[in-house]
């Protein structure tokens, strides 16, 4: 197992978020996290990565416990992440948010920088060939000196999964990918994440709320109603289980 | 400095061998200008400032950076010194400049890359006077029985102690204020330095540490080096202090510029940067916030506590209200005048705030003073000397109206205020940079 959640609640005064809900990830496999609005699946996305402290549960990543750690802590032991509403340094140009990304796996320290010893020289060297890498990988490194803001919106989700892929994390987690796409934008998108699978190794955790995304590409789909896990499996038995059906048709749904 | 820009029809004149030329011959005359006029007045007021000017014009002029610099120390080093050894006040001027430039520099890593707005900034520069000031006097033997002041000599161990100390008490101060962002951490800023202020007025009892609102007096000065006795055998003690107090602050500011720009260019910088622009996406990406925003904190106040150091000695003497709000906000101000996240901006932030401060607005109002005497009909309740605020303040919202960016923005701070507006023509007043 890759990643192991177990039993993770999040409450917000008398709100529960997030209750009780499991998840494993095999390495190198592709998860699907589905529901309707509000349902908690970014805020279990926000525990995963440290942003909030789960109520109550556990969560392994690697073998190890992570439960309680800071984001950034996190961060460095492999788990990367984008956001929902795409939250990229906009006054930074687009190879410098990439390079941000790297911040944890850099070793410059403040006297290092201060006299720009040649280990620090080489590393920043290497960083910036890193960068123009991952800025090809996601096919952006012609627009490598632009401010982020001043990319187009595919291309900000883009940079997004570069800065996030700059972190060297084993997993990868995409808050929405395909937000606000257009068809084709959404089949490059596909594309893109297949390729951090076959290419790179990474396994990837997605929230999506295209079901045609997360039927192509899912080999596991998890589902949250209520915060609470409904169910789990393969898109094909979760695309005719009643209980997914009536959570985003309403009841009657099954019926009709 | 838009004159030199691209896409003005004057750009012309900034280009190959006319630009080496144009530029040296303005340095030549105003230098030659200032050297033959070096009585206090408005005309030396004026070749001063068009003086200064050069430096703006060495920085924006295309010549070789070589060039550049040996010009840059040519005037620093040679014609301020030479011109202030015949003026007191000009290089008076130029000291006071130096030091505001310094901690323009700080704060300017704390406000302009970390985004951590800071209104508390002057208690670090306090500590540094306090530093110097205690222990080179017989007001460390107040609360240190037996202790003999520090000789003289140790003020350069002092200048570098001011560093490190000015670095630890912006840590301490940034620990508190970690978790705010915005409005709130000024606020709590602004309380936390005027705590600093106030224990200097009231750590005069039960144990006299700091002698309260009297302040410390006959603080050290650091020994005159023989050599500049040998080397400048016609002037006074006094012109030499200040020479040397002038050549000590040149290397405080060299020093900042040089910590400022290589991290600006390094992971750290980066990271501040991030830290600036969304504090959830820099940490999701594994900045350490913590880390690193106690790190701008330290940075920045640790230019400030060598600056104290050296402000103590050169007043020789120190008390409390030097160090109140006032002062973190003409200091803040410089700033953002010069243009948030610059260090040029800074750096003319710094300069020009002070010589507004202390010499144009002043002598604005000396002159109008004088037009008065001669007749000229200005209203009784204009009193000049008192409007000096007044005008400090319009600039200040003129500036902000028209260039909100500061004078010489960060280039991406200047994209960041204008995004939106409608794309001007080339040679507009704002795409020069």
Excluded: C
Excluded at chain 2, 87 to 106: D, S
Excluded at chain 2, 135 to 155: C, I, N, R, V, Y
Excluded at chain 2, 285 to 313: E, H, I, N, T, Y
């Amino acid at each position: 197992m890759l990643l192991d959640a177990q039993h993770v609640t999040k409450t917000f005064g008398g709100l529960v978020a997030v209750n009780d809900v499991s998840l494993t990830v095999e390495p190198g496999s592709i998860v699907s996290v589905i529901g309707p609005n509000g349902a908690g699946k970014t805020t279990f996305f926000n525990v995963l990565t440290g942003i909030y402290k789960p109520t109550s549960g556990r969560i392994l990543f690697d073998g190890a416990e992570i439960t309680g750690l800071r984001p950034d802590q996190i961060t460095q032991r492999g788990i990367a992440r984008t956001f929902q509403n795409i939250r990229l340094f906009n006054n930074m140009t687009v190879l410098e948010n990439v390079l941000v990304g790297m911040h944890g796996r850099l070793r410059a320290g403040l006297w290092g920088s201060l006299f720009l010893t040649p280990a620090v020289r080489a590393e920043e060297q290497s960083a910036r060939k890193r960068a123009f890498e991952l800025l090809a990988f996601v096919g952006l490194e012609r627009k490598h000196s632009e401010l982020a803001k001043n990319l187009p919106y595919g291309d900000q989700r883009r940079l997004e999964i570069a800065r996030a892929m700059a972190t060297q994390p084993k997993l990868i987690l995409l808050d929405e990918p395909t937000a606000g796409m257009n068809p084709q934008e959404t089949g490059e998108a596909i594309h893109l994440i297949r390729r951090l699978r076959d290419e790179l190794g990474i396994t990837v955790i997605l929230i999506e709320h295209d079901m045609r995304v997360v039927m192509t590409i899912s080999e596991r789909v998890t589902v949250l109603d209520y915060g609470a896990k409904i169910a789990e499996g393969k898109p094909e038995e979760i695309r005719n289980n009643p209980q997914v059906i009536e959570a985003y048709l309403g009841r009657g749904a099954v019926v009709a | 400095m838009r004159a030199l820009s691209a896409s003005s029809p004057l750009s012309a004149l900034n280009r190959g061998p006319l630009a080496y030329v144009l530029l040296t011959a303005y340095l030549l005359l105003t230098s030659a200008l200032l050297l033959t006029n070096t009585r206090t007045s408005l005309g030396t007021d004026i070749l001063f400032i068009l003086f200064l000017l050069g430096f703006l014009l060495i920085y924006r002029a295309r010549v070789a950076g070589l060039y550049k610099l040996a010009l840059g120390a040519i005037m620093l080093l040679a014609i301020v010194p030479y011109f202030g050894a015949q003026n007191a006040y000009y290089i008076e001027l130029a000291i006071q400049a130096g030091i505001f430039v310094a901690l323009a520099l700080g704060l300017n890593v704390v406000v302009g890359f970390a985004g951590l707005l800071d209104l508390g900034y002057v208690a670090f520069f306090a500590v540094g006077a306090y530093l110097w000031g205690i222990f080179s006097t017989d007001q460390a033997a107040q609360f240190l029985p037996g202790f003999t002041p520090l000789a003289a000599e140790s003020f350069y161990l002092f200048l570098a102690l001011g560093l490190f100390i000015g670095a630890f008490f912006g840590a301490l101060l940034g620990l508190p204020v970690l978790r705010l962002r915005g409005d709130y951490l000024a606020i709590v800023t602004l309380g936390l330095g005027e705590v600093i202020r106030v224990l200097a007025v009231n750590l005069d009892r039960p144990v006299n540490i700091t002698n309260g609102s009297q302040g410390i007096k006959s603080i050290a000065r650091p020994p005159l080096p023989d050599v500049m006795r040998t080397l400048l055998p016609g002037l006074s003690d006094p012109q030499l202090y200040q020479l040397l107090i002038y050549l000590m602050a040149l290397l405080v500011v060299g020093l900042s510029v040089f910590v400022v720009y290589r991290l600006k260019n390094s992971r750290i910088g980066r990271a501040w940067e991030a830290i600036r622009e969304d504090e959830t996406a820099a940490i999701a990406m594994g900045v350490p916030l913590v880390r690193m925003k106690l790190l701008a904190f330290a940075v920045g106040a640790s230019f400030a506590g060598a600056m104290g150091v050296l402000f103590a000695a050169k007043q020789q003497f120190i008390n409390p209200p030097t160090f109140d709000l006032l002062r973190s906000i003409g200091i803040l101000s410089m700033v953002i005048l010069g243009g948030m996240g610059s260090i040029p901006g800074a750096i003319l932030g710094g300069m020009l705030v002070t010589l507004l401060d202390l010499q144009i607005l002043p002598r604005i109002a000396t002159e109008l003073g004088a037009l008065k005497r001669q007749g000229v009909v200005i209203p009784d309740w204009f009193d000049p000397a008192q409007y000096q605020r007044a005008l400090f303040g319009l600039l200040l919202i003129i500036m902000m109206i028209f260039r909100p960016e500061g004078i010489l923005p960060d280039q991406r701070r200047s994209e960041e205020m204008h995004a939106g507006a409608p794309a001007r023509p080339s040679g507009g007043p704002d795409q020069s940079n």
